[in-house]
């Protein structure tokens, strides 16, 4: 039996963007269509095939530390967004507010599919699901200058609908409009999550 198995749950690509300069801003850039390398998606910031650790990995390794990048694509859910524009009291958030490379609909709890799922569009291109993509306060600053008054309740509306990092399991394209197979691990959750925590 395969140790990755395939749902009958099967999303929409509705939006496809790029960040190209992070230093500067958050916001994306819309695309119609991408290529999906082993790098991510090309001119992205946030690729290549190692990164410097950060916050994220702070108890794991010294900030800076070159270590593999798993955190090639930011992917959202469709439904997820309307609910924290709704959470916020705005009638939609953008994708590009938020950084997005790819968002998606269809697949319900989307933020908490289980890490290692795979995403696979008809071309082949297959992501890896990294894990949820906790909320920070980056986003909000791109909000402000489009909504005023609205930035700061970004990180509190998205706690739970961030979406999830991933990075590219295998090369393709992808464009709006395409599918999107989830592919789940078959292994049930590990019994001491519970002591792990205490």
Known sequence: MP???P???????VWLGRVSQS?????AEALQSAQL???GIEGEC???MTRASCVRTKA????GTEIRNVRQLSVLSSEELAQIASEMGLSEIDPAWVGASMVIKGIPDFT???PSSRLQMPSGASVTVDMENRPCVLPGRVIEED???FGQAFKPAAQNRRGVTAWVERGGAVAVGDSVTLHVPDQPAWAHIDKARS
Not at 7 to 13: A, I, L, P, S
Not at 23 to 27: P, W, Y
Request: aromatic share 10%.
């Open 23 to 27: 230093e500067i801003t958050l916001r």
């Open 37 to 39: 390398t082993f790098s």
């Open 3 to 5: 140790a990755l198995l």
């Open 60 to 63: 794991q390794y010294p900030k």
């Open 46 to 48: 946030h690729g290549g």
């Open 147 to 149: 909504r005023p008054g």
């Open 112 to 114: 908490h599919v289980p």
């Open 7 to 13: 749902t009958r749950f099967v999303g929409e690509v």
